[in-house]
């Protein structure tokens, strides 16, 4: 299969697991059993997770997956979906907000932002020109953007590459080339539109697969976690060994694994996000997750 192919086929994947994700939203489900049952689907669709299934809600935008024993369900919350497919290494990248919390309109401001984002891609478009777009959509509703996320190119194993794609109007853009692959993820908030690292922290990534590593339990989770994940986030979850959370410390302290904690607003305030994947051509593009 050639790489724009994969890069299809994920994009297929993502779509089907996408309408499964959306049906397990509702106020007493368990956040466990959506993450679980979306990354298993992804796997028995011949795909694999390309970053653990995030589900951020209410004040977080990003990087929240549920523990390995959550018994977490959903209540009157804003829910947002992050969803990533691989098939070797090609990804298809893209997120939904299902709004259980009575703020419909903010949901609708980073959905429309994204598909107005969308309707701009073409060869020789700046990424400044995106950002601008964003953010007069989602100024439109009364809302602001998040201005210290943004969205990103997707490469081979590599979910965030150049360009970045800012969620605002900035001095100096990318200019796009057909051929790139790119994620537009526009987040609304009702907030102060910058987010900061919270404390809890389920989701990593292997910074240096060939570092020397002394301990015995870390090594063999480096050498487990190169071969499943390469350098793509996974989930603390998704791994079985023994002190864990010990090798996890040692591995941060010396950087050969990142940790990713929960990105939010300030209390009380709400962030949606809307995301898709999409291949950028000479008058158009075609969006992969869709
Ligand atoms: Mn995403
Ligand atoms: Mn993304």
Redesign the pocket.
Known sequence: MANIEKHREAGRIHQQVSETARGMVEEGASLLELAETVEDEIRAEGGAPAFPVNISRDEEAAHATPARDSDETFGEEMVNV?IGVHVDGWIA?AAFTVDLSGNGELVEASREAVEAAVERVEAGVSTAELGTVIEETIEGYGYTPVYNLT??GLGEYE?HTSPSVPNRGVDQGVTLESGDVI?I?PFATDGTGKVKEGGDEEIYSLQDPDARVRSRRARQLVESVAEEYRTLPFAKRWLDNDRLDMSLRRLKSTDVVEGYPVLKEDDGFYVSQA?HTVIVEEDGCEVTTR
Do not use: L, P
């Open positions: 992050d990248d969205g990103h979910q994620a993820e995301e």
